[in-house]
């Protein structure tokens, strides 16, 4: 299985530009969030999706968009990015439902730079 | 709301010391509770995890118990290897439907040899 998959691994934004970060999972699972790390802030949600079609916002959505049009795939969008957007991000999933006992798996994470 | 409170570090120890990083939550009903490790320039992976009070996770020599009583979930190793260097996140998630996670805020591990 390849789990969670994440791409790009690296980026580097000028001011003001676009981008999308791609995230796939292969594992049915209904759950699936974006996460940045920032140093001495630990793990923060941006926004997540608990099926097609269903998004809702996290901790720091803004900036920042997603939609889930299929199980596998959420990706996150920076529609004008900001140097304040600089960090680490993190594509996970997990079963939901009536199986909340269950661990999510992480992808590989994208640096991102703005400038 | 729910939280989890961790020291962030770094901890530093000697190659085969003993290990303790300290993890309470806070959080009602009976959540779940994980150990997440994150090597350098990877993603988060699950170390172990523990589903109901007085349950004992382990893997990797690592242990942890689900002490309801106090609300912890501290992790343990007798004794560390270089290879342990890492971040380690504690987490929690409630029990009932769909639930968002809540991870700490990672604590840093050195080991020396």
């Known amino acids: 299985n390849a789990g969670v998959t994440q791409t790009p691994k690296f980026q580097v934004l000028k001011t003001g530009q676009s981008m999308t970060l791609q995230c796939a999972q292969d594992?049915?699972?209904?759950?699936m969030s974006w996460y940045r790390q920032d140093p001495g802030m630990g793990l923060r949600l941006i926004h997540y999706?608990?099926?097609?079609?269903?998004?809702d916002q996290g901790e720091v959505p803004n900036g920042y968009n997603v939609s889930r049009s299929t199980t596998e795939d959420f990706p996150l969008r920076l529609l004008s990015a900001a140097p304040s957007q600089t960090s680490v991000y993190f594509c996970?999933?997990?079963?939901?439902?009536?199986?909340?006992?269950?661990?999510?798996?992480f992808g590989q994470g994208t640096r991102l730079t703005v400038v | 709301g729910n939280s989890v409170t961790q020291m962030e570090g770094p901890v530093t120890l000697s190659e085969e010391a003993f290990l303790t990083i300290n993890c309470t939550y806070t959080a009602t009903g009976y959540p779940s509770l994980f150990w997440y490790v994150q090597y350098p320039g990877e993603g988060l992976q699950l170390l172990l995890k523990?589903?109901?009070?007085?349950d004992k996770g382990s893997n990797k020599g690592f242990e942890a118990t689900y002490r309801k009583e106090t609300t912890s979930f501290h992790l343990e190793k007798g004794s560390v290897q270089v290879s342990d260097s890492a971040v380690y996140f504690c987490a929690l998630r409630p029990s009932g439907g769909y639930q968002k996670v809540t991870f700490g805020i990672g604590t840093k591990l050195q080991v020396i040899p």
């Open positions: 996970a999933s997990s079963y939901s439902g009536d199986r909340p006992n269950t661990e999510a798996f």
């Open positions: 594992m049915n699972h209904e759950y």
């Open positions: 523990a589903t109901k009070a007085d």
């Open positions: 999706s608990v099926g097609a079609g269903i998004t």
